[in-house]
């Protein structure tokens, strides 16, 4: 059952259809969301009535940045408010819409992109191994580019060798998704379950931890996938190993680079991608088209106009 926080005051009933209708679409509304919406309610439950729920001056202060704050922080807390604001005028409620993009989080994080020689450099070091684990975590993170966490909760009956597919259950924000992966991997994976996993049960761990009543956390998956990568020498411009999430980045920079090549409508199909990676909205996964090779500049700055124009551009 979708998770509902239960909301006080005077515009209890708008919050409540507000998160009603956004799940009703299909979106998460995580609880993060919803607690924004709460701090909202209690904000304007303590100012006078006005005509306007929330007029230029009430958005303008709840959106400011607050002491020791994170850009992000003050982003999603932005977003949220512009969100709710567009639906009470949607249903007829008046209300001040704060600028799309007003608030931005900014970053100057480059993540470590790995290439196909690399990552195979990699997963033959993993092979080396006594542990058979390693590799078959490494094949996964590569062909699907689902996070570590994903791979670590997955159980035998996840995977799907007829449909060649996996399941990730109650992901980040709780989302649940099917994905599907290549034959190649699937031969890999029905070979390792048969093989190395602890029993062909549905509900055993794929990767069970020393208890097997747990699987390996991510943490201990990160550790040992780092000596990996410091005996490959795959390394960062500061010479310390990749991090595991950088092999996501690769897998979602190189799958947009293939919808390019292939001729496909890129800003059609990043939803897709989207959905695949399991991002809460499309701008997580536009993040990745800064990455891809400038030759690409011209179809980039046409996506995300476009982009800015159905979605609204600001994040939400």
Known sequence: MKRMIEFEGSYADLLRDYVAFRQGLGFVMPESSQRILLHMAKYLYALPLIPEVI?????????????????????????????????????????????????????????????????????AVAKDSTLRWPAMILKILWCTGIRVSEVAALRVGDFNEVNCSLYIAHAKNDRSRIIPIHQSLASDLSDYVKLHATSIQPCDWLFPGKNPNAHHNKVAIGNRLREIYRKAGIHTKTGDPIRTHDIRHSFAIKALENMVDSGLDIYVTLPLLS??????????????????????????????????????????
């Open 275 to 316: 959905a695949y990676m399991g991002h809460a909205n499309i701008y997580d996964t536009e993040y990745y088209l800064r990455f891809l090779p400038s030759a690409y500049q011209n179809l980039i700055d046409c996506e995300q106009e476009i982009s800015r124009a159905v979605f609204g551009g600001d994040g939400a």
């Open 55 to 123: 007029d230029r001056e009430r958005a303008e202060e709840f959106s400011a940045k607050r002491q020791q704050e994170s850009d992000r922080t003050r982003q999603n807390r932005h977003v949220v408010l512009r969100q709710f604001c567009l639906y009470l005028n949607r249903i007829g409620v008046k209300a001040y819409i704060p600028a799309a993009g007003f608030v931005k989080a900014r970053t100057d994080f480059v993540p470590r992109i790995v290439s196909e020689s690399e990552m195979a450099c990699i997963i």
